[in-house]
């Protein structure tokens, strides 16, 4: 099921982790999170191959580290438009969900993350302040941007929570107050 990242946040298991997907032409990066939704970290990159074969890859992924949901970097235009690349990435998403029988009836849940200029980032990063080679950097650069658009949506959805409970103890505070008078 394709949902908003925080719909994909509250259905999530309690303990279950998140697995951030960078989809290229050539490659897909990956990366899991902790079960607390706090740091993303890359795990692989996959070569591109036929769908069933990137789907039990996916699946074995998702047993070995107790994920519950994907956060697929979607690729936006500058102006905010999808593109043909973006619509690749949906149509992967689509496929995803149509193939449940690929992750043994799990239906997978997906929400998407504006990943905007994320590999150019992560590139950067490596070259100014990593200093890693080239052929290192083209060897991760993949798993490093997925895990950079997972820890850019982990930390939305943190945001949102530290933001409801800020206003939640503000509502208390309110009636507290209510009750004094």
Known sequence: MIRTLPDLAAALPKGARLLGLDLGTKTIGLAVCDPGL????????????????????????????????????????????????AQATNAFAAT?????????????????????LSTVAVQ?????????????????????????????????LAYARRQAEAAAREDEDDLDDERDD
């Open 38 to 85: 706090a740091v993303a970290s890359p795990i692989q990159t996959i070569r591109r191959s036929k769908f069933t074969e990137e789907a039990k890859e996916l699946a074995r992924i998702v047993r070995d580290y107790g994920v519950g949901g994907f956060v697929l970097g979607l690729p936006l235009n500058m102006d905010g438009s999808q593109g043909e690349r």
């Open 96 to 116: 995803l969900v149509q193939r449940a029988d690929l992750f043994g009836g799990w239906e997978p849940e997906i929400a998407f993350w504006d990943e905007r």
């Open 124 to 156: 950067r990063f490596m070259t100014d302040e990593a200093d890693m080679t080239r052929k290192r950097r083209g060897e991760v650069v993949d798993k490093m941007a997925a895990a950079y658009i997972l820890q850019g949506a982990i930390d939305s």
